[in-house]
């Protein structure tokens, strides 16, 4: 079992006087955060609110852009060709790192939401698109996408690339995550069951069918109604099993210095 793993969750999405989420209590449950930048969701006070608590909770905080559907929650397909999908991503990143600076956080991360994550799924060229011009904005932060061929593709370039799983989305036969329009509260230790799958380098689709996986970080999403419950019991599975937690940087530092060693004992 993968011994070394982040554990994320989605934050700073609620909006002026609409709350969604409880980051208080969420945010200190896991190892990186993603904040929303203001076009699916989070106004400026609640971007600050969301840094200042992930600053406090020794919690690494990253970009969360996504489509400008507060309405939808950025959870409504739109089109966005790739250069208008990594400018909408720099354009939401350069606000939460304004933000970011001045209370002295720094950003660790950008992860596409809702369906614009969706897209990079399906457009390998969006991928490719988003991930390079957050290399070139901010060289050394990685993108985050979900574990599969496009995130081995968009790395290929050079990227700093996350490979990502679920432990509360069910999975459909391709690998690919079935996201719900609105999420409802889910079996905790389903949640952990899956969690503890993705270790052991596979997840079950809604068919049975088991489908390889091999990720760095695994995401939770802090607006299910339990989301405490179910990161709570994640981290329980996970310490059971022995498996320890970090942030994203230093799973991608022991993913690298691990390659970097098997090159040098392999046969020639």
């Not at 982040?6 to 969420?26: I, M, P, Q, T």
């Not at 999908?85 to 304004?98: I, N, P």
């Not at 985050?144 to 490979?163: K, M, N």
Request: proline residues 6%.
């Amino acid at each position: 079992m993968q011994a070394l793993v982040d554990l994320n969750a989605d934050a700073g999405e609620s909006f002026g006087r609409w709350k969604l989420g409880d980051d208080e209590r969420v945010i200190p449950l896991v190892t990186s955060v993603n904040i929303a930048c203001g076009w699916h969701a989070g106004d400026p006070a609640t971007m600050r609110a969301a840094l200042r608590t992930a600053r406090d909770a020794g919690v690494a905080a990253g970009a969360h852009p996504g489509f400008p559907d507060l309405a939808g929650f950025g959870r409504r397909a739109l089109t966005m060709s790739p250069r208008e999908a990594a400018d909408a991503c720099l354009y939401q990143f350069g606000a939460l790192r304004a933000l970011a600076d001045e209370l002295g956080v720094a950003i660790t991360h950008v992860k596409p939401h809702g369906a614009l994550y969706g897209l990079t799924v399906r457009d390998p060229a969006v991928a490719e698109a988003v991930g390079t011009a957050v290399a070139a904005a901010a060289p050394g932060v990685p993108v985050v996408l979900l574990a599969g061929p496009t995130a081995d593709r968009v790395a290929e370039l050079g990227v700093p690339v996350v490979r990502e799983a679920f432990a509360d989305l069910d999975y459909d036969d391709a690998g690919h995550i079935i996201i719900e329009p609105a999420p409802v509260a889910k079996d905790p230790q389903a949640c952990a069951q899956q969690a503890l799958s993705v270790l052991r380098g596979k997840v079950h689709s809604v068919s049975g069918t088991a489908v390889p996986v091999r990720a760095d970080s695994i995401c939770l999403h802090g607006d299910r109604p339990n989301a405490v419950e179910v990161a709570r019991a994640v981290r329980d599975a996970f310490a059971a099993e022995g498996v320890e937690l970090a942030a994203m940087r230093a799973v991608l530092a022991d993913r690298n210095s691990g390659a970097a060693s098997a090159a040098e004992t392999a046969p020639v």
